[in-house]
C-alpha cells in the first residue's frame, strides 16, 4: 500500500498539475480547443512542460545539491521557500512568453490561476505547512468546474474524475504521514476557493492577459 501512495504522490505531484490541467482542456471536447490549431497546441504544451515542469524539477536537483534542501520532495516548511519563489518566477516567465500569442484568454486564465494558487500557498508557507499537492488538485477541480458551469456544458464526469483523483491524492498524502488531515483539507480548500474567486473575477472585470 506505501507503494501506491507514494506512486500516486508522484504522478499526481504538484509541478504536474498545470500541465494535465492545460492537456485536459486542450485535447478534450471543450470549447476553447477548437481556437486553437494543432501547431499551437503542442506549442503550448511544451511551453508549460518547460517552465512548470522540467525548469522547476532541474531548480530543485540544483538545490538538493547545493544542501538546501534535503530531499525531493522539500517535506519542511523552511525547505519550501526557493523552490516556491523559482516556481513563481517561471510561471510570470511563461505567462509573459504567451502573452502576445494568439490563443483563447481562457489558457493564459489557468497559468494565472495555478500562480495564484501557488502564491497562496507561499504565503500560508510562512506561518504553517500545508498539502500543495491536495492545493494543486483542489485548483484543478476550480478550474474545470467553473468551465462546466459558466459553459452550460452539463458533464459532470470531468469533476467527478477529478474528486476521485482528489479522494486517491489526500488519502496518499495521510497514509504516508506527511501531513495532517488539518493540513490537507486546508490545501484543498485553498486550491479549489483561490480558483474558483480568480476565474469568477476575471470574468466580470474581464480582464484579457
Request: glycine letters at 6%; charged letters at 10%.
Amino acid at each position: 500500500m506505501k507503494k501506491l501512495a507514494n506512486l500516486i504522490s508522484y504522478l499526481f505531484h504538484p509541478m504536474f498539475m498545470l500541465t494535465y490541467l492545460t492537456a485536459y482542456f486542450l485535447f478534450s471536447n471543450n470549447y476553447f480547443a477548437y481556437f486553437v490549431l494543432p501547431a499551437k497546441k503542442l506549442f503550448l504544451l511544451a511551453a508549460v512542460v518547460i517552465f512548470s515542469v522540467i525548469l522547476p524539477l532541474l531548480n530543485m536537483v540544483l538545490l538538493k545539491k547545493m544542501g538546501y534542501i534535503k530531499d525531493m520532495q522539500a517535506r519542511q516548511a523552511n525547505e519550501r521557500f526557493m523552490p516556491y519563489v523559482s516556481t513563481i518566477t517561471l510561471y510570470l516567465g511563461l505567462l509573459y512568453i504567451l502573452h502576445d500569442l494568439s490563443l483563447p484568454y481562457f489558457f493564459k486564465q489557468i497559468i494565472l490561476v495555478s500562480l495564484m494558487v501557488m502564491a497562496i500557498d507561499f504565503i500560508i508557507n510562512f506561518f504553517t505547512k500545508i498539502s500543495a499537492h491536495a492545493s494543486g488538485i483542489g485548483g484543478c477541480l476550480g478550474v474545470i468546474y467553473f468551465y462546466q458551469f459558466v459553459s452550460t456544458a452539463g458533464n459532470i464526469a470531468p469533476i467527478c474524475i477529478c474528486i476521485g483523483i482528489a479522494g486517491l491524492i489526500c488519502f496518499a498524502r495521510l497514509y504516508l504521514n506527511e501531513h495532517s488531515p488539518k493540513q490537507v483539507y486546508a490545501g484543498f480548500a485553498v486550491g479549489l476557493l483561490t480558483s474558483l474567486a480568480c476565474l469568477t473575477l476575471l470574468l466580470f472585470v474581464n480582464f484579457n492577459l
